[in-house]
C-alpha cells in the first residue's frame, strides 16, 4: 500500500511539473489554422506579428500564458498553419 501511494505521489509532482502538458497539447495544435486554435483555447496572451487581413496569423508566433513570464508558443508557417510548439519567455521580458 505504502508503495502505491508512494507511486501516486512520484506521479502527480510530475504531472504538475510538467509545464503546459497537461492544458495545451501539441498533436492537437500542429496542423490547425489559429482560429482552429483560438476556437479551443481563447485568444492568445502574446502575439509577435498582427494577423493578416483574413485574420490568420502567418509567419509567427503566438503563445499562451503558462506561469508569470513563461509562455507555450506556437509558430505558425505563411499558410497561417501550426508547425511548431514549444514553452518560452515573453519578449522583451
Not at 482560429?35 to 509567427?60: V, W
Request: glycine share 10%; aromatic share 12%; proline share 2%.
Amino acid at each position: 500500500m505504502k508503495k502505491a501511494i508512494l507511486l501516486l505521489l512520484c506521479f502527480s509532482i510530475l504531472c504538475f511539473s510538467s509545464g503546459c502538458s497537461g492544458r495545451y497539447r501539441e498533436k492537437d495544435i500542429i496542423g490547425k489554422t489559429s482560429d482552429q486554435i483560438i476556437e479551443i483555447y481563447g485568444q492568445f496572451d502574446c502575439i509577435t506579428m498582427p494577423a493578416s487581413q483574413d485574420g490568420l496569423y502567418r509567419n509567427c508566433r503566438c503563445g499562451y500564458s503558462i506561469k508569470e513570464e513563461l509562455l507555450f508558443f506556437i509558430f505558425f508557417d505563411e499558410n497561417g498553419i501550426a508547425v511548431k510548439c514549444e514553452e518560452g519567455h515573453r519578449p522583451g521580458g
